[in-house]
Structures are given as structure tokens and as C-alpha cells.
């Protein structure tokens, strides 16, 4: 596999979101607009990378028994390296994705990709395949966030084109779930022809 | 006959189809539409024009051009979700918050899950639940339009009945005529205006076989019982029995929604959990919930349960 089909095989044969279904929690949680989607994924992004290069060093020395408890120390190192980060620097943001930072220890994208990928494999392939799959994150939780915000309060990336409020549904729960459905079935019909 | 025809089993067949079933639900809603139509007047002609006809053309859009499956328009149904929807809307809703909701109803819970008899839950109480949060502001605005008989005396622009007892209690709504509320309710949703009517169509669906009478019975003696022995402790916090028999969307969703062949259980005893479970929900929404009305989540909670109930309440095998 080349270095460049890494960072695009993230993107749409592996894409996180609509073809793998993993990290849900983040996805139908966090995308009530364009903005915060894309915040989400790139702090997803942030720590993938990271992630992924310690454990792909790492890895040879871990005993097989507790492979997933140092992953998941490592993973919450850079979490909370993270979490200070953009506590400096964009507090707005923070606050509004609040406990879903925090969450990305347990994201299962992070650790599947620890576990899948980076034991097994050289630093920067490893890095090469968290760019790779933290971009088609970050992509789809865009797009999820941009329909949510266009449908659900008439806006795009925060600048707004109708008066009032838009079909209330689509920012609350149940919005997300069924947008995400439909561009599930949208992105299977555009990418398996 | 020139030639002997050998078929297997079964030999017998009767004439009801969809179509007349579903046209017989058409006939039995009759009653309540012309009550809302003489009591809310053009406003309420348009919802309901808006909503069929939007129905209609959005399931035939979806089934020819997006599924390029055989049309399923001739079968009446989705001119059943429309009446279904358009009664469960107050009469000031503007036209395209009706035109949203028969998107979700026939596009989002019909046409998605492959059509009628796949759908998990009812199309028009979907579509209503869903401009209910979409558009709260809009969706409990009970304010009267002039209606062909009976309005501008009492242009009352108030909530419902349950609103008013949900605010102030029981002491707000003790006012209240019951036989208002029989003949003609003095605010709601259309469909929710006359009990006379919407009964008379419950006679009409039992009467022509469309519909068993369980799943309806047992809603309403669920909320009858239930409501009666929280009246009969505290009768100055909750309501009593008859008023929530007789008010909200009690009547319409238990007669026309909760009896839905593809949404609810196969078998009587089955349809009996089902109400009961549609009768307790509708009340503790009604009693200690958010929302003054509680009938169509109560239906959508009980929809998405009746694969288990039909698991549990199977046929016996004959010989066993």
C-alpha cells in the first residue's frame, strides 16, 4: 500500500463515520452544527496522530496481556494534553463540546486504529493512517453538522440565511440520527457503483 | 371454462383488499373531517388539502421515480396518513410546516423502511411527533379561526382542555362542559374537536370488520382505570377519569392510529398489551410528563415494542 492510499483509504473505503459506523457517540453528539463537527474531528485528529506514532514505538515492548490498558494510558495522555490546549487557546469550543473531549480515551476509532494498525506497523505509516482516518472524521462530522445546521437552524458555518429557526428536530437527537441515516445511504449509493 | 384449474390451498377468498379497507378508514374519518371543517373553516379545508395531496404526490414521487418500484398510490393509504396527519394539527398551521410533515410521515417513516407493511411505526403520528419538536411554537398555538358554524361567540385562543389542566391544575379546567367536549372540544387539534364524531367512526370500522375492537377498549379502560384511582386519591391534583377520556388526541389516536394493521400486534391478546401499554404511558405523560398530551408518543413507544409482543403472543400450533 503507498503512503498516499494511507491518507486516502481514511477518507472512503475505511471512512470512520459512514462506512465503519465507529465513534457514534462523538458523531450524532457533537455535530449540531458545522463548526462544532469539525472542532470534533480535528481534536480526534490531534490525538489519532499521536497516538498512533507512541503506540507504533511502543508497541514491541508491551506485554501482550496488557496491550489495551497502556493503549488506553497512552491515548489519555494526549487527551488531556489536548484538553489544555484548547482550554488556552479556544475555550469557546471547549466549553461547547465540554465532556466529548475528555471522551475521546475511550473514542473507538483511537483505539481501533491502535489496535489494528499501529502495533503492527512503522511510525510513519502509522502517522501516514491517523492523518488518513482523523481527516475522513473530521470530513464526515463536517458534513453530518453542516446538513444538522442548515436543516436545523437555517445556517452555514455559524452565518445564518434564513430569519427565526429552522426544523428544531434536526439539532436535537433525533435530527441526528436520521441525517446520519440518509447520508449513510447517500454516500454507499455515490461510492459503490 | 374450457380447462380445470388445480390450485393449492387456500381456496376461499374474500373481496377486501388494502384499497377497500383502507377506503372504508377514509369513510370512517368522514365524520371528524366535516366536524373540523364546519368548526375551523377555510384554514382547516387547506391543511387537509395540503396534507393529502402532498401525500399522495410524495409517494408517488418516492415509489416511481426514487424506488422505481409498481405504484402504491391506488391503495388509499397515503391518503389515510394524510387525513390522519392534517386531524392531529392545529388548524392555524401554515401550509409548508404541513408540507414538512408529510415529508417525514411518507418519505422518512413509510418509504425508507420499504413501503406499507414494512414500516415499524405509524406514518402520520411520526410525522406529527416530529413538527411537535421541530416546531413547538407553532404546533401549540390553539388559536380559533372563524369557523363556517359556532365560532367568533367563543373566539377562544386558550389552550386545549389538558394544556389548561397541565398550568393551573385541576381548579383551571373545573369549568369545563362535558358535553363541550362530547359534541365539539373548545380547542385542540382538529381531529380532537368531537368525540360523537370520532366514535361514530369507531362504529363504522367495527361494524364493516376494518378494525377489532381490543387494542381501542384497552386503551381506554387503561386510562380510565388509571386516571380513576389517581382521581379517587387526590382529586384535587389530578383529573378525573371522563375528562381524560374525552379530551386530547385520546379518541383519534386510540380509534384511527394505534389500530394501524402494520404497527400493531397480530393477535387479540397482543393488542390488549399493546393498549394497555399505550393507556399507562399516555397517562403518566399526561399526570407527571413535560407535555400536556401524551397519546402519540405513547403509540410511537408501543410501535417500536410490538415485534416483541407478536414473539410473545403467537398462535398455538393446531394439535398442540
Same mark, same amino acid.
Given at each position: 500500500?503507498?503512503?498516499?492510499?494511507?491518507?486516502?483509504?481514511?477518507?472512503?473505503?475505511?471512512?470512520?463515520?459512514?462506512?465503519?459506523?465507529?465513534?457514534?457517540?462523538?458523531?450524532?453528539?457533537?455535530?449540531? $452544527? =458545522?463548526?462544532? /463537527?469539525?472542532?470534533? *474531528? @480535528?481534536?480526534?485528529?490531534?490525538? %489519532?496522530?499521536?497516538?498512533?506514532?507512541?503506540?507504533?514505538?511502543?508497541?514491541?515492548?508491551?506485554?501482550?496481556?496488557?496491550?489495551?490498558?497502556?493503549?488506553?494510558?497512552?491515548?489519555?495522555?494526549?487527551?488531556?494534553?489536548?484538553?489544555?490546549?484548547?482550554?488556552?487557546?479556544?475555550?469557546?469550543?471547549?466549553?461547547?463540546?465540554?465532556?466529548?473531549?475528555?471522551?475521546?480515551?475511550?473514542?473507538?476509532?483511537?483505539?481501533?486504529?491502535?489496535?489494528?494498525?499501529?502495533?503492527?506497523?512503522?511510525?510513519?505509516? $502509522? =502517522?501516514?493512517? /491517523?492523518?488518513?482516518? *482523523? @481527516?475522513?472524521?473530521?470530513?464526515? %462530522?463536517?458534513?453530518?453538522?453542516?446538513?444538522?445546521?442548515?436543516?436545523?437552524?437555517?445556517?452555514?458555518?455559524?452565518?445564518?440565511?434564513?430569519?427565526?429557526?429552522?426544523?428544531?428536530?434536526?439539532?436535537?437527537?433525533?435530527?441526528?440520527?436520521?441525517?446520519?441515516?440518509?447520508?449513510?445511504?447517500?454516500?454507499?449509493?455515490?461510492?459503490?457503483? | 371454462?374450457?380447462?380445470?384449474?388445480?390450485?393449492?390451498?387456500?381456496?376461499?377468498?374474500?373481496?377486501?383488499?388494502?384499497?377497500?379497507?383502507?377506503?372504508?378508514?377514509?369513510?370512517?374519518?368522514?365524520?371528524?373531517?366535516?366536524?373540523?371543517?364546519?368548526?375551523?373553516?377555510?384554514?382547516?379545508?387547506?391543511?387537509?388539502?395540503?396534507?393529502?395531496?402532498?401525500?399522495?404526490?410524495?409517494?408517488?414521487?418516492?415509489?416511481?421515480?426514487?424506488?422505481?418500484?409498481?405504484?402504491?398510490?391506488?391503495?388509499?393509504?397515503?391518503?389515510?396518513?394524510?387525513?390522519?396527519?392534517?386531524?392531529?394539527?392545529?388548524?392555524?398551521?401554515?401550509?409548508?410546516?404541513?408540507?414538512?410533515?408529510?415529508?417525514?410521515?411518507?418519505?422518512?417513516?413509510?418509504?425508507?423502511?420499504?413501503?406499507?407493511?414494512?414500516?415499524?411505526?405509524?406514518?402520520?403520528?411520526?410525522?406529527?411527533?416530529?413538527?411537535?419538536?421541530?416546531?413547538?411554537?407553532?404546533?401549540?398555538?390553539?388559536?380559533?379561526?372563524?369557523?363556517?358554524?359556532?365560532?367568533?361567540?367563543?373566539?377562544?385562543?386558550?389552550?386545549?382542555?389538558?394544556?389548561?389542566?397541565?398550568?393551573?391544575?385541576?381548579?383551571?379546567?373545573?369549568?369545563?362542559?362535558?358535553?363541550?367536549?362530547?359534541?365539539?372540544?373548545?380547542?385542540?387539534?382538529?381531529?380532537?374537536?368531537?368525540?360523537?364524531?370520532?366514535?361514530?367512526?369507531?362504529?363504522?370500522?367495527?361494524?364493516?370488520?376494518?378494525?377489532?375492537?381490543?387494542?381501542?377498549?384497552?386503551?381506554?379502560?387503561?386510562?380510565?382505570?388509571?386516571?380513576?384511582?389517581?382521581?379517587?386519591?387526590?382529586?384535587?391534583?389530578?383529573?378525573?377519569?371522563?375528562?381524560?377520556?374525552?379530551?386530547?388526541?385520546?379518541?383519534?389516536?386510540?380509534?384511527?392510529?394505534?389500530?394501524?394493521?402494520?404497527?400493531?400486534?397480530?393477535?387479540?391478546?397482543?393488542?390488549?398489551?399493546?393498549?394497555?401499554?399505550?393507556?399507562?404511558?399516555?397517562?403518566?405523560?399526561?399526570?407527571?410528563?413535560?407535555?400536556?398530551?401524551?397519546?402519540?408518543?405513547?403509540?410511537?413507544?408501543?410501535?417500536?415494542?410490538?415485534?416483541?409482543?407478536?414473539?410473545?403472543?403467537?398462535?398455538?400450533?393446531?394439535?398442540?
Amino acid at each position: 500500500m503507498g503512503k498516499f492510499q494511507l491518507i486516502t483509504k481514511g477518507l472512503i473505503k475505511e471512512n470512520p463515520t459512514f462506512v465503519l459506523l465507529l465513534g457514534m457517540c462523538p458523531t450524532l453528539a457533537t455535530t449540531t $452544527s =458545522a463548526i462544532n /463537527g469539525m472542532s470534533m *474531528g @480535528l481534536a480526534t485528529l490531534f490525538v %489519532l496522530v499521536l497516538s498512533n506514532m507512541a503506540i507504533s514505538l511502543i508497541a514491541p515492548y508491551i506485554p501482550d496481556k496488557v496491550r489495551i490498558p497502556s493503549y488506553i494510558v497512552v491515548i489519555a495522555t494526549f487527551v488531556t494534553l489536548l484538553q489544555f490546549v484548547m482550554q488556552a487557546y479556544v475555550p469557546d469550543i471547549y466549553e461547547t463540546l465540554g465532556l466529548f473531549i475528555p471522551l475521546i480515551v475511550v473514542n473507538c476509532i483511537v483505539l481501533g486504529r491502535a489496535e489494528a494498525f499501529a502495533n503492527k506497523n512503522g511510525v510513519v505509516d $502509522s =502517522a501516514l493512517d /491517523g492523518i488518513g482516518i *482523523g @481527516l475522513g472524521f473530521t470530513l464526515s %462530522l463536517t458534513v453530518l453538522g453542516l446538513v444538522r445546521e442548515i436543516l436545523g437552524s437555517g445556517s452555514m458555518f455559524g452565518w445564518k440565511f434564513i430569519e427565526g429557526d429552522g426544523i428544531l428536530a434536526f439539532v436535537l437527537a433525533p435530527g441526528a440520527f436520521l441525517a446520519l441515516g440518509y447520508l449513510i445511504v447517500i454516500f454507499r449509493k455515490l461510492t459503490t457503483k | 371454462m374450457d380447462k380445470l384449474l388445480v390450485s393449492p390451498s387456500p381456496h376461499l377468498h374474500t373481496k377486501t383488499s388494502t384499497k377497500s379497507l383502507m377506503r372504508d378508514v377514509v369513510i370512517a374519518l368522514l365524520p371528524a373531517v366535516v366536524v373540523s371543517v364546519l368548526f375551523y373553516g377555510w384554514s382547516e379545508l387547506l391543511i387537509l388539502g395540503v396534507s393529502v395531496a402532498s401525500c399522495v404526490l410524495l409517494e408517488y414521487v418516492i415509489t416511481r421515480y426514487l424506488l422505481k418500484k409498481p405504484c402504491s398510490v391506488g391503495d388509499f393509504s397515503a391518503v389515510v396518513t394524510g387525513l390522519l396527519l392534517a386531524l392531529n394539527l392545529p388548524s392555524t398551521t401554515p401550509w409548508w410546516i404541513v408540507f414538512i410533515g408529510a415529508v417525514v410521515a411518507i418519505g422518512v417513516a413509510k418509504m425508507t423502511f420499504g413501503g406499507l407493511g414494512q414500516n415499524l411505526f405509524n406514518p402520520a403520528i411520526v410525522g406529527r411527533v416530529f413538527l411537535l419538536i421541530s416546531f413547538p411554537a407553532q404546533m401549540t398555538d390553539w388559536t380559533r379561526p372563524q369557523g363556517f358554524i359556532g365560532g367568533g361567540l367563543d373566539a377562544l385562543s386558550g389552550a386545549t382542555p389538558l394544556g389548561l389542566a397541565k398550568e393551573g391544575g385541576v381548579a383551571a379546567v373545573e369549568g369545563l362542559d362535558y358535553m363541550d367536549m362530547l359534541f365539539y372540544n373548545i380547542g385542540g387539534s382538529a381531529g380532537e374537536l368531537s368525540a360523537i364524531a370520532l366514535l361514530i367512526g369507531f362504529v363504522y370500522l367495527l361494524v364493516r370488520k376494518v378494525i377489532r375492537p381490543y387494542i381501542t377498549l384497552s386503551i381506554l379502560a387503561t386510562v380510565a382505570v388509571f386516571s380513576g384511582i389517581f382521581w379517587a386519591i387526590d382529586p384535587t391534583t389530578y383529573t378525573d377519569p371522563l375528562f381524560n377520556l374525552l379530551t386530547g388526541g385520546l379518541l383519534l389516536g386510540s380509534i384511527f392510529m394505534a389500530t394501524d394493521y402494520v404497527t400493531s400486534p397480530m393477535s387479540n391478546w397482543g393488542g390488549v398489551i399493546f393498549g394497555v401499554g399505550i393507556g399507562i404511558i399516555t397517562m403518566l405523560i399526561r399526570y407527571f410528563g413535560a407535555y400536556p398530551e401524551g397519546v402519540s408518543f405513547a403509540i410511537l413507544i408501543m410501535n417500536s415494542v410490538v415485534p416483541l409482543i407478536n414473539k410473545v403472543c403467537h398462535a398455538k400450533k393446531y394439535g398442540r
